[in-house]
Nanobody, 118 residues
Framework: QVQLVESGGGLVQAGDSLTLSCAAS????????IHWYRQAPGLRRELVAS???????YYLPSVKGRFTISRDYAKNTAYLQMNALKAEDTGTYYC????????????WGRGTQVTVSS
């Protein structure tokens, strides 16, 4: 069992930055694929960024160059640094892990709200 707790969301203005954190507990963090998803009201949840256990990184094209995914193994925490935020980045951001590299999410966090005012 893995517990994921996101933090760092908030209300910001367009152009501002935020860093989301995802603290993991329950099992070792280093061998997981880490994902950040977001969901805006009325829209489907979408994958924003991923980092595999091997270090392969993916970004949604609309956030590439503005967002950075990373993890601190010592703290068992993943991060999503978000710069130059836009109104369309508004949504609930979820941390998720794939524990065995199958491509499916095994555990989800409860999410943290990010609201960007234009």
């Amino acid at each position: 069992q893995v517990q994921l707790v996101e933090s760092g969301g908030g209300l910001v203005q367009a152009g501002d930055s935020l860093t989301l954190s995802c603290a993991a507990s329950g099992r070792t963090f280093s061998s997981y694929d880490i994902h950040w998803y977001r969901q805006a009201p009325g829209l489907r949840r979408e994958l924003v960024a991923s980092e595999s256990s091997y270090g392969t990184i993916y970004y949604l094209p609309s956030v590439k160059g503005r967002f950075t995914i990373s993890r601190d193994y010592a703290k068992n925490t993943a991060y999503l640094q978000m710069n130059a935020l836009k109104a369309e980045d508004t949504g609930t951001y979820y941390c998720a892990v794939d524990c065995d590299g199958t491509g499916s999410v095994d555990f989800w966090g409860r999410g943290t709200q990010v609201t960007v005012s234009s």
